[in-house]
């Protein structure tokens, strides 16, 4: 059973924004009290935290993600959002979402790519 879905990948040139979504199905875990999480992996590199979100709305960046990228959620629809604003061509990778630190399957990913 798909549990986590992810949307709004694409190809955009250096400069260019886009917003991933992040549907989680309500039989997945207790959305509302779980903290989530973005994370993407680039051609030949390993999976890497982007940004996080407390079930509160706390929010967390790495340092490249800092300024350019913001992390939201909406606990009502079961769903988060990654706005990327001023991508690079360094930011192109493959962007998953999934509970942390508690992981469950992963999903397919949305894949981006920022090239001129």
């Known amino acids: 059973q798909v549990q986590i879905v992810e949307s709004g990948g694409g190809s955009v040139q250096p400069g260019g924004s886009l917003r991933l979504s992040c549907s989680v199905s309500?039989?997945?875990?207790?959305?509302?009290?779980?903290?989530m999480g973005w994370f993407r992996q680039a051609p030949g590199k390993q999976r890497e935290f982007v940004a996080g979100?407390?079930?509160?709305?706390?929010?967390n960046y790495e340092d490249y993600a800092k300024g350019r990228f913001i992390i939201s959620r909406n606990n009502n629809d079961y769903t988060v959002h990654l706005q990327m604003n001023n991508l690079k061509p360094e930011d192109t990778a493959v962007y998953y979402c999934?509970?942390?630190?508690?992981?469950?399957?992963w999903g397919q990913g949305a894949r981006v790519t920022v090239s001129s």
């Open positions: 979100i407390t079930s509160g709305g706390r929010t």
């Open positions: 309500r039989s997945a875990f207790q959305f509302n009290d779980a903290a």
């Open positions: 999934n509970r942390v630190p508690a992981a469950i399957s």
